[in-house]
């Protein structure tokens, strides 16, 4: 669970970039974010994952108050909000496997957990026989795959995607959020930027729609209904 | 290779100097516990002179020990100091060496008490050759150990300060060449130890190795330079206990504890340099 309680955030020397945010995600939805250019989207996935913090209000992610978690204590919260980012932010030098196999080789799993770990996640995204090249070896779409794997390798609980079709063609774009949703199928609570509206209309999905710092609009639209009181 | 390098430096040096001091250490016990005021007779003393000047001696209360030792002990001690010497061997019969007694005081301060009444004495009878004072060789010693003690620590010094600022930048470079994996590991839920340790590990792995190597060196000098060492030292037991067979338990164990010395401290010192840096570049 998820819960913005009046939160605002300001970077230093710069005007509000979220204002006032009051929204709830509960577990095991899928939320689209979007909104222009310097709406606050990647703001609020920064704010989510504790990489900052707000300037007022409070932010909830199940039983932390991610204002007040020390710093030595970050890494249990992003072992289960895990990240996908535009750039993939993969290791050129390292292998798909082993990329992906750094999810869980910090949780101090064992070598043979994590391989066979490593390889279901890889059949998952349809990647179990490219393990063995290098990221430069895949398409865009494939990179961004291995990220998303690598997310979600260790079980997550909240998987957080930030522009991840940003790099991509409309068919691989839609291949992309065809695993969110799988991941998201499997209980994964999936939160994910984008600007692009197009793609998100057929998906009908709750959409959250931010602009200049404050939530436009919270619409829930077709199969996927949304039972928990919204704010 | 440039941390390990200055790394060895620094313990190449500093071995060095701590085997000096330890050897000037134990130089300067072996002839503080000798007697303190040897009496070199003329050839004309006699027997009695000796015991006269023995009693005279033993007579102001001041005196811990006086033993008198006759020209064949004198010649015995000097055949076993210069036994790998043959031509000084040669060289010497009895005759040649002076008589003498071994004088040690009850406390140095009554050094200059028994000095002044074995002058006095000499004046009277006119046979003593020459009086060595041990304080002298002592003094001089603690002069020149010192000496070695200052320059060699502050050298120590500054090429461990030398080999910390060169693990703190290596491991600073390293950090930095690391920066994205070091950012994929926060994404993932790395703990930051589990970030740090590897650099952490690293300098400690340059002091290790930069010890190691430097003992490697310091023991084959040892080894290579055994018969000059000993033939320096050969008059004090210690030395010729350990020297006197580099396959010997005390050898290698005389060995084992500077090698341990020195790859504590190594370790410590790059812990110390890569913990600096760590601390500086990979804040949480
Ligand atoms: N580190 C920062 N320092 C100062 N201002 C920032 C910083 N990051 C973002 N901002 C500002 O905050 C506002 C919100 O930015 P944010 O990145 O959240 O927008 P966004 O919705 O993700 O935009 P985009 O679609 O371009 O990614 C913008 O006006 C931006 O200029
Ligand atoms: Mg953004």
Redesign the pocket.
Known sequence: MIRFDHVSKH????RG?LSDITVEIADGEFVYLI??????????LRLIMRDIVPTSGTLLVDEWKIASIPANQIHHLRRRVRTVYQDFKLLADRTVYENVAVGLEVLGKAEGEIAKDVMKILSLVNLEDKYRQFPLQLSAGEQQRVSIARAIVGGPKILLAD?PTGNLDPDTAGEILDILEEVNSIGTTVIM?T?NAGIVNERKKRTLT?DD?TIHSDEVKGRYHVSKKKT | MAAILAMFLTFLLTGFFFLTTVTSAVILQYFEGKPQITVFFRDKATKEDATSLTSTLQATGKTASVRYVTKEEALVTYRTLFQSDPLLLEMVTSDILPASLEVSATGPEYLDDLAQTIATYDEKSDIIEEVVYQKDVVDALISWSNAIKIVGGVLAGLLAVDALLIVMTVIGMKIALRRDEIEILKLVGASSWYIRLPFLWEGALYGIWGATSAWVVLMGLIVWFRPVLLSFLEAIPVFVIVLSNPTSTTFLAAGAGLFGILVITGFLLGIIGSAVSVGRYLKF
Do not use: V
Not at chain 1, 11 to 14: A, D, F, I, L, R
């Open positions: 970077y230093p020397g710069h970039a909104g222009p250019s310097g709406a606050g989207k990647t703001t609020m522009e930027a600007h931010l710092g």
